[in-house]
């Protein structure tokens, strides 16, 4: 996923050690197009068992499931953040 990000030119991970992090944007984007690869080859491997319908309901599913997991992990992680923060500007 990020070589197919660093093809497009997106600066999506650290290209020397001197460099700047990576945006936060670039890593939710590689994020949302990993939840559609995912649901794209889950439902290419399972097309001839089910219906048309089903397809796209197991697609739909799974990228559902796939970006509200990664949107609550990085709801947990920005606060988890936070908070260990807030403790270290506390402590003498």
């Given amino acids: 996923m990020f070589e197919g990000l660093r093809w497009l030119d997106v600066d999506a991970f ?3 050690e001197t460099d ?4 936060f944007h670039a890593l ?3 994020g949302l197009i990993a939840a559609a690869a995912n649901a794209f ?5 399972v097309e001839g068992q089910v219906g048309g319908s089903q397809v796209i309901e197991l697609i739909a599913a799974y990228i559902t499931g796939d970006i509200t997991g990664m949107l609550a992990t990085v709801a947990l992680a920005h606060y988890l953040f936070i908070s260990f923060w807030a403790g270290v500007k506390a402590s003498p």
């Fill in 14 to 16: 650290y290209r020397h």
């Fill in 20 to 23: 700047e992090p990576p945006s």
């Fill in 28 to 30: 939710l984007l590689a």
């Fill in 41 to 45: 080859l889950l439902a290419s491997l």
